[in-house]
């Protein structure tokens, strides 16, 4: 019958649920170091964010690609916020959305990568990134952020 709980339907939930423990229990130490980097990248996030706001805002304005359509103040305004607000959601996301809340992550680093682009074509110093070497090497450090940001948040497939 529709709606009605008895035993079986009680034993599916209950295996489930032990499931759901095994998994997290069987990560181990992979799950604890994917916690760790997660929140990590959680905090170092919520300090961007903060520094774009106040005394780095100057310096992530180098950033900026000529093709955004808003000044270049205010792009970096809207960066810091997102930065603090996915930095505080990687941090505090209950375990059934942190999967969601990387890949928000991840598609953010993608979506800044321009100006990591821009601040290496129009060799902008900032961030003691003040020559082409330097520039193109944090061009490589774009993808290890998407990579941590993706891998931190999902559990070990079995």
Do not use: C, Y
Request: proline residues 3%.
């Amino acid at each position: 019958m529709r709606g009605r709980t008895d035993a079986r339907t009680l034993g599916r939930a209950d295996v489930r649920s032990e499931r759901s423990r095994t998994a997290d229990a069987s990560d181990g130490h992979d799950g604890g170091m994917r916690s760790f980097l997660r929140v990590l990248l959680g905090l170092a996030l919520v300090f961007a964010g903060t520094s774009h706001l106040t005394f780095a805002r100057q310096d992530f304005r180098a950033q900026v690609p000529e093709f955004v359509p808003l000044d270049e103040d205010t792009t970096v305004l809207a960066s810091g916020v997102a930065e603090i607000g996915i930095g505080s959601a990687l941090v505090l996301a209950p375990r059934r959305t942190r999967r969601f809340v990387g890949t928000v992550a991840a598609l953010f680093f993608v979506a800044v990568f321009p100006g990591n682009v821009s601040q290496w074509l129009n060799r902008r110093d900032a961030f003691g990134l003040d020559s082409d070497v330097k520039r193109i090497a944090r061009l490589f450090g774009q993808p290890l952020l998407i990579a941590a940001s993706l891998w931190s948040t999902r559990g070990r497939r079995g």
